[in-house]
């Protein structure tokens, strides 16, 4: 008789488990397992991934993680999915946009690849053999789970956020498998839950890398201008293998150079970290010249590289400051999406909305609903754009949940360290249109703590609430943020306009507001009205009593109307939606202006100083 395996043991007795997902939530690729990686080299993981859709969960209740390669004549015993052969798809992708059978897929999907060998083949020299790898997984929506050679090295909540795996000690000398499963389910408890006005993407969607590092390496660099202007600032963490005979790093210093400035400045490390403080006078970067320095920290054999811009950025009273003179954000709300691509997105793409921001007169972009490919906040600092980025804390999310706090706050700090050394990047916005309650206060207060924790050089938003009854700005949250966001749609929305005038009157806020979002439908192609709700000429006439009426009150600092493109969403259905929030100023094919575009280009532009 056949000998078979404990999985076929395990594919019966598993059909009753219901707790069979448990000990794979361990959510610990986290912040704390960053690395930096910006401008190292790396090796591609991207192309084609063998893949399977598994809506029941089967592969994980079977532990499909746990098959070997075998010839299927060979097999011992029956299966349900052979993870090394089949459908295959490229990553980065999201599977709803490659087979109309997977467009509203929710739930688990295997993605298998094999690690190219050439990298072990380094691994058998002596100089390699101390060297580190690092999985880097740019994002996966929304769990992803990571599994090598059959072992389960941990999973990961957040959508947008990248996530790091050491793989060191489970890599094999020949044959390494990597498998992800992916599961893009939403749920009451997470961040975003499951009501939103995006399409649920699922998959993998940016990039995949593997990088090699040495035994000890920079974990982590945060470079800025000091608050009083004078001085640059830099927080170094290294890191040492977890089995070193050492008791901490055995590196003592590190070493910063930014040659442009003529700085080469030893750091201290003591117990993995330095902070240091260098006197600079560095050349502001700002919209009109943003101008970057390389920057160069090597500690023991390790070495990174960034370009980084200098500038400052505060508030005073109704004021926002960039290196001490008052600003006004001439911005545009912006999705990651795209009609062929859903959430993939490329230098291309993100350089073309750049290019229409800069048409349109723009300084500034709101960056929604979630954080973006972090090369959109290196192009915007490369380009002149200032930015708005945020945490998908939207709507009615589970506020009296621990667990839903220590998934937005993870994905904050996620996106904080991401992207800090960014000088596009001004505001750290914490949620959107969240109601008023007691525990969405002290879990907003709570993120706006943790905004400050780790980059107390930005400014902390939120959109916030106008209180309809008194016609008012009004948000206990206020007291918690930097700047008001306020999402307002008079016009469209709130029929009465004159409301809109009303609150302007009342209100009489101690700080910045920015009109985080307004706007219109509009439905520019050849089915759309040509007059009324959903046409071109409508949406036009909102912008320009918006305009008129916005710009009228001192307090406001600036606006990002809703948005730049149309974009997908499954709760738009009427003839004029069809599947898109028709909002844009220009259509999803990123192409063709609506009328409100020019409205809004012509106020921006008699605006620009
Ligand atoms: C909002 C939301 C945004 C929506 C927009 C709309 O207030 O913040 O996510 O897409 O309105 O078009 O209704």
């Excluded at 993981?45 to 079977?62: E, H």
């Excluded at 990961?156 to 389910?185: I, K, Q, R």
């Excluded at 938003?461 to 999402?487: M, T």
Aim: charged fraction near 30%.
């Amino acid at each position: 008789m056949l000998e078979r395996s404990s999985l076929a043991e395990n594919a019966l007795t598993s059909l009753h488990d219901e707790e069979y997902d448990v000990p794979l939530n361990l959510q610990n690729l986290n912040h704390s397992t960053m690395v930096f990686t910006k401008g190292r080299t790396s090796t591609s993981l991207n192309g084609s991934w063998n893949f399977c859709v598994d809506l029941l969960d089967t592969g994980l209740r079977q532990k499909w993680y746990e098959m070997q390669p075998a010839n299927p004549v060979d097999r011992v015993e029956p299966w349900d999915y052979d993870p090394f052969m089949g459908e295959s798809i490229p990553v980065p992708s999201n599977w709803a946009m490659l087979k109309e059978k997977w467009y509203f897929f929710e739930g688990s999907a295997w993605y298998t690849k094999k690690l190219p060998p050439e990298l072990f083949k380094k691994r058998e020299s002596d100089a390699e053999s101390d060297q580190r790898y690092i999985l880097r997984v740019g994002a996966a929506q929304y769990d992803c789970k990571v599994f090598l050679n059959g072992k389960f090295l941990g999973n990961h909540y957040g959508g947008s956020t990248p996530f790091y795996v050491e793989l060191t000690d489970d890599l094999a000398e020949e044959t390494n498998w990597l498998m992800l499963c992916v599961n893009n389910t939403r749920t009451l408890d997470r961040v975003p839950m499951r009501n939103t006005d995006w399409f649920n993407y699922g998959g993998v969607y940016r990039e995949v890398e593997l990088f090699s590092l040495p035994r000890e390496f920079i974990r982590d660099m945060f470079i800025r201008l000091s608050q009083d202007g004078r001085a640059i600032e830099v927080d170094v963490v290294v890191d040492r293998a977890v089995d070193s005979a050492v008791d901490g790093p055995s590196i003592h210093h590190a070493h910063l150079e930014i040659p442009e400035l003529g700085i080469a400045q030893k750091i201290n490390i003591e117990h993995g970290k330095g902070t240091c403080r260098i006197a600079a006078e560095p050349e502001r970067w700002s919209p009109e010249n943003p101008r970057l320095y390389k920057v160069v920290l090597t500690a023991g054999e390790d070495r990174i590289t960034d370009n980084v811009g200098f500038r400052s950025i505060v508030r005073q009273g109704v004021d926002i400051l960039l290196n001490g003179e008052p600003i006004w954000l001439r911005g545009i709300s912006v999705h990651e999406d795209d009609d062929i691509l859903g959430k993939v997105t490329s230098d291309e793409d993100i350089r073309r909305r750049l290019a229409h921001a800069k048409e349109l007169g723009c300084n500034f972009l709101r960056l929604a609903h979630y954080p973006h490919h972090e090369r959109a906040a290196e192009l915007a600092e490369e380009m002149g754009f200032l930015l708005w980025q945020e945490i998908p804390v939207y709507w009615a999310i589970d506020f009296d949940n621990h667990n839903t706090l220590k998934d937005a706050k993870n994905q904050l700090i996620e996106l904080i360290k991401r992207d800090r050394n960014r000088a596009s990047v001004i505001i750290w916005s914490i949620g959107n249109e969240n109601p008023d309650t007691d525990s969405r206060l002290s879990f907003m207060r709570d993120l706006a703590e943790t905004a400050r924790l780790y980059d107390p050089t930005r400014l902390v938003a939120a959109a916030c609430l106008i209180n309809h009854a008194k016609l008012k700005i009004e948000d206990r949250l206020v007291d918690h943020l930097d700047v008001i966001g306020i999402n307002e749609y008079y016009g469209w929305y709130d029929e009465n306009f004159d409301d809109l005038y009303a609150i302007g009157k009342n209100s009489d806020p101690d700080r910045p507001v920015i009109i985080s979002e307004t706007g219109a439908d509009g439905d520019n192609s050849s089915q759309g009205p040509s007059g009324g709700l959903f046409s071109e000429k409508y949406m036009a006439d909102v912008y320009r009593r918006q305009i008129d009426t916005l710009q009228k009150l001192a307090y406001i600092k600036g606006m990002s109307p809703w948005i730049l493109y149309d974009f997908r969403v499954e709760r738009r259905q009427n003839i004029f939606q069809r599947g898109f929030n028709r909002k844009g100023l220009i259509a999803a094919d990123k192409s063709t202006k609506k009328e409100a575009f020019n409205v809004l280009a012509s106020f921006y532009h008699s605006i620009k100083d």
